[in-house]
């Protein structure tokens, strides 16, 4: 992006929040907290860029969901927690509000207890804290998709389809190299309870942030002679590890990132270092998909595209950003079925969250086979069993090399509601119960 | 302790030791400036961001190597040049205080015009060194690793030169002694301190070329300050071979406490070990280990 290339996108979102923002009757709005300078721009204009690109292939396409144009403005974060709860408060006040979606662990944690005063639903697409997937006490939060636990399940057993089953995992060698903050440590116990519950071997070392040093751990790791690394990293501590990695003799296609190491911009900067690595992910790369297709087709040809460098289209933020914009979209689409085709209050768009089941037919009808698997929120599953797959880099782009993988649900949602129940506890909050769900707040 | 084991505590050592070189790297540009004009530079960091993002920008536009190199040190002398002219040239004669906190400023100024220029994409940056381990008696070495420590060590040569046997070397010196008597003598201050700034471009873009290729060019670059101030508070703020010891120092122990420490407390500790050991250091010698002690008449 050049410094004129900003200059016009930057006239262009000062027409737009000056003229656009008001919204009237009948639109949708979306208040979105982004990041476009600062050290996570990269990710934060790929992820934006992929929701914008959606919610305007919405109104381009078919008009707004069901005649309700969706309208949306955006204040800047640069990632930092109060600058997000500034935009919240500088935004929140816009009326017609659907849902907040940070994109960001900091900022989405500072807004749990503003928005469940205001009642409207805060999305926390593939992140955020992994007990809010619980939603008998967090009626407005929605990790969609994937929370930390079920990533750190898909992880093992994808390692054991590698394997050939679980039980072959009993004596295998795993180290989690991990980010020295509390996303970083969140999935320490969940990695304890799968190695003692499969019999693996398993050392979890800690990367200080950044993580452009890791050396030490790597020659630890070299020590151990693991059979397999995940790496649950972050910004660029991603590179650092895989070249790292390389340096000390590890082979790249051993390391398996997890949902926050699993971009093009966790890849490039690691060079050839990085052939070989594999990611999970929640939606696949690449533009074949047709909504993407769609995108590229009505949103890029009308001139309306959000990403700056086209050659961005298709790639891991991007796609995300484009499966947030259909997950929120649906569940406005839903929750109008049942309220109307108008305006809807936070609270309603809430209930749509909560009824949220897009089954593999429904998602290719969206356009979007291939690209994730399905989803089923209900009241009190605000994760809503996101199946997940892993992709391999060849040096250039990501390949898929996985079947749709599920997590052992079953086997997280005790430790969840433990964690959820202490936190009401903690609180003083009430346990909400599937009639209190249907109660909605409609003005 | 095995042969195993005492092979892999060389291992570490001999890791921590060029990863030491990498931060004196950074650790030269501010002994440069704080040498001659008792500036601590906070902005070096954002500088070698900017240096790194420009030549990878102009490769990425088909530019050849070499002249995207040149183009980028041209870049960095205008840098140079302009800062000294518009923000520590009205700043003469303020407070130590004052001018750190303008390089403070500048640190963020030049981080958003690197973006607002070059854009916020993530760049892999290949110098065509090859990154793959050699082994040495049963260790490995890096080799871009060990291609780092040379340039440095060529660096460090070549600086030391020009401070010895150059005439604006020798104004360098004789400003860094006493700018008052440096005056007094008829040298000109902002010319010397705006060639200063040139140099510590130079390393900024040397030390944002190798940083950049083990990193990436992105962002996060600027933070390597971060791993640059301990190494300044062990060597000393205005000695380049303190930079260069303290690198090592820091680089060592760092790693060794790390493999070594780390278990015992939770792993992750070498972000903040290296700060301990500057502090203790600090406390024995204020100045560091190889910084000029401060007289004054009171």
């Known amino acids: ?103 960001s662990v900091g900022i989405a944690y500072a807004m749990i207890d503003r928005i469940t005063d205001d009642k409207v639903p805060l999305i926390t697409i593939n992140h955020g804290r992994t007990d809010t997937t619980d939603g008998r006490v967090f009626p407005y939060v929605f990790p969609l998709l994937l929370n930390p636990y079920s990533e750190t399940s898909g992880i093992v057993n994808y390692i054991a389809s590698k394997e050939g089953g679980l039980d072959k995992l009993k004596g295998k060698n795993i180290v989690v190299l991990y980010h020295g903050s509390p996303y970083g440590k969140e999935t320490i116990p969940i990695y304890e309870l799968l190695s003692q519950k499969y019999g693996f071997e398993l050392s979890q070392i800690e990367v200080p942030h950044p993580g452009n040093e890791q050396q030490a751990q790597w020659l630890t790791i070299r020590r151990e002679h693991p059979d397999y690394v995940v790496l649950r990293g972050w910004g660029v501590m991603n590179p650092v590890a895989l070249k790292t990695a390389q340096k000390t003799g590890f082979p790249a296609d051993h390391i398996i990132g997890n949902v926050w190491s699993n971009s093009e911009e966790d890849v490039i900067p690691a060079g050839d270092a990085a052939k070989g690595y594999t990611a999970i992910t929640t939606q696949a790369s690449g533009e074949r998909y047709p909504v993407v297709q769609e995108i590229v087709k009505t949103v890029y040809g009308d001139g309306k595209g959000n990403l700056e460098d086209k050659s961005r289209i298709g790639s891991v933020y991007h796609n995300l950003g484009i499966v947030n914009g259909i997950l929120n979209v649906e569940a406005v689409r839903i929750a109008q079925a049942k309220f109307g085709n108008r305006t809807l209050t936070g609270d309603e768009v809430r209930w749509g969250f909560e009824h949220l089941k897009l089954n593999p037919a429904r998602v290719e009808a969206l356009g979007a086979k291939d690209l994730f698997h399905s989803i089923n929120v209900s009241w009190d599953n605000h994760e809503g069993d996101g199946y997940v797959t892993f992709q391999q880099w060849d040096g250039k782009k990501w390949n898929v090399v996985s079947d749709w993988i599920a997590p052992d649900w079953k086997l997280l949602r005790p430790i969840i509601e433990k964690s959820s129940e202490a936190y009401a506890k903690e609180k003083g909050i009430k346990i909400r119960t599937a009639e209190d769900a249907d109660a909605v707040v409609s003005n | 302790m095995s042969y195993y084991d005492f092979l892999f505590v060389i291992e570490v050592l001999v890791g921590g030791l060029l990863s030491g070189v990498m931060y004196s790297l950074v650790a030269i540009g501010f002994v440069l400036i704080y040498k001659t004009s008792g500036v601590l530079n906070f902005a070096q960091g954002s500088m070698v961001l900017f240096a790194a993002l420009t030549f990878v920008s102009l490769v ?59 854009g916020t994409q993530v760049h892999g940056l290949d110098l065509g060194i090859d990154d793959t381990p050699f082994e ?40 860094a002694d006493d700018q008052f008597a440096a005056l007094a003598v008829g040298l000109r201050l902002p010319r010397i301190w705006g060639t200063v700034w040139t140099a510590a471009g130079f390393v900024a873009l040397v030390a944002g070329l190798l940083w950049g290729a083990r990193l990436g060019v992105q962002f996060s670059l600027s933070l ?62 204020p100045s560091g280990l190889f910084g000029q002690k401060t007289v004054e008449r009171v």
């Open chain 2, 136 to 175: 040495v008696g049963g260790i490995l070495i890096s080799s871009f690793d060990l291609l780092a420590a040379a340039i440095a060590a060529a660096m460090v040569a070549g600086l030391s030169a020009f401070f010895y046997w150059t005439r604006i070397g020798l104004a360098f010196r004789a400003v």
């Open chain 2, 224 to 285: 390597i300050v971060l791993k640059a101030l301990p190494v300044l508070v062990l060597g000393g703020f205005d000695s380049i071979l303190g930079a260069i010891v303290g690198g090592l120092i820091i680089g060592a122990s760092e790693k060794l406490a790390e493999v070594y420490l780390g278990p015992f407390v939770g792993g992750g500790i070498e972000g903040w070990f290296a700060y301990a050991l500057a502090l203790v250091v600090l406390l024995v010698r």
């Open chain 2, 60 to 118: 990425e536009r088909g530019i050849p190597f070499a002249l995207s190199l040149l183009i980028t040190f041209a870049v960095m002398v205008a840098l140079g040049f302009t800062i000294e002219r518009t923000v520590l040239r009205p700043l003469v004669n303020r407070s130590p205080m004052t001018l750190f906190m303008a390089t403070l400023g500048l640190s963020y100024i030049i981080e958003g015009a690197a973006q607002l220029i070059w």
């Open chain 1, 1 to 103: 992006m050049t410094f004129f290339s900003h200059l016009r996108k930057a006239a262009i979102a000062t027409a737009f929040v000056l003229g656009a923002t008001a919204v009237h009757a009948e639109e949708q709005y979306f208040p979105l907290q982004s990041y476009r300078v600062g050290p996570y721009a990269a990710g934060g204009t790929g992820f934006f860029g992929g929701f914008i690109d959606y919610l305007n292939l919405i109104n381009i396409r078919d008009g707004g969901v069901n005649g309700v144009k969706l309208a949306w403005s955006e204040g800047e974060t640069q990632y930092e927690v109060e600058k997000g709860v500034e935009v919240y408060e500088r935004l929140k006040s816009n009326p017609g509000i659907a849902a907040w979606n940070p994109l």
